[in-house]
């Protein structure tokens, strides 16, 4: 499988309803690791906070089909805590205070994670997991990298090398490789049982091998791929005709959109473009 078919993977995160809003940076790992992780993230620290009146405003985390590290740092005390954020079948809302708090993050590609942490990741699905239960030493050299002194573009340097090392045996599954790649090139409509098929898998394997790589059945999968595709015509596309947008994302009709879209964000489409 090529490399290729994350390349035009970038999910919408973070409160990204708003184009004037910037809640955090983005880094790309080194092309060895651009298969693996899809980004490194960090709050922000470039601009000043008291310019930002509605800097804990309540945000929305929505299913984006990755998995995330987040290590917390007070900047008053440099006391940590360090969380998985396992893949999300429904969204999360939350009121950051980066007056207060530093956010290093690694996002991971779907099926990346799986040989990062040797866990079946439904096991993390829709939880937030203290690092520190899965292992103690990788939080240990990740905590060592983000409390240093060093520069952003350094620590940068150190997470590649750190992923790097720790990805040295790791494998890919073709059949799962296989299926992402069709699942991003119909942009989320895809027949479960027609990609079943095209592998020489049953569902009932195909099932199994998504909850153990990505967190996620193929069907929920598929659907927050497909809501993430609408997502970022709502956002990139002004004065959105509704209809037209639903039936072109692969929805039934606007109500069947508009519907699926609340399960995700607990909001309404027409409420992202206010």
């Known amino acids: 499988m090529k490399q290729s078919i994350f390349i035009d993977f970038k999910p919408m995160l973070l ?62 005390t440099n006391d940590y805590n360090c969380f998985i954020v396992g893949m999300m079948s429904k969204p999360i809302f939350t009121s950051p205070d980066f007056s207060k708090k530093q956010i290093y993050a690694i996002r991971f590609n779907p099926g990346g994670a799986y040989s990062f942490f040797r866990n079946d990741l439904d096991d993390f699905t829709d939880l937030t997991v203290d690092f520190k239960n899965i292992s103690k030493n990788l939080e240990k050299e990740l905590a060592a990298i983000f409390l240093s002194k060093k520069s952003l573009f350094e620590k940068i340097k150190y997470l590649d090398v750190f992923f790097l090392r720790s990805f040295v045996e790791w494998g890919q599954n073709a059949v799962i490789m296989n299926s992402l790649a069709n699942i991003f090139s119909a942009k989320g409509n895809v027949e479960i049982k027609k990609m079943a098929q095209g592998q020489y ?55 069947h959109f508009i519907n699926e879209f609340k399960v995700y964000t607990g909001i309404t489409p027409t409420q992202v473009t206010k």
Not at 45 to 67: A, F, H, M, N
Not at 201 to 212: A, G, P, T, Y
Request: hydrophobic share 40%.
């Open 15 to 76: 409160a990204m309803f708003t184009k004037d809003r910037m809640l955090y940076s983005e880094y790309q790992p080194c092309k060895e690791l651009c298969q693996i992780i899809n980004c490194y993230w960090v709050s922000p620290t470039l601009y000043s906070l008291e310019q930002r009146i509605d800097s804990v405003k309540q945000e929305i985390i929505v299913p984006d089909g990755c998995l995330d590290i987040i290590f917390e740092i007070d900047k008053q």
């Open 201 to 255: 898998v049953s569902e009932r394997q195909l099932n199994r091998l998504f909850k153990q790589w990505i967190g996620l059945s193929p069907k929920e999968f598929t659907r927050i791929i497909r809501f993430q595709n609408a997502l970022r015509n709502i956002i990139l596309t002004d004065n959105v005709n509704w209809s037209s947008l639903a039936v072109e994302s692969g929805y039934h009709d606007q109500a």
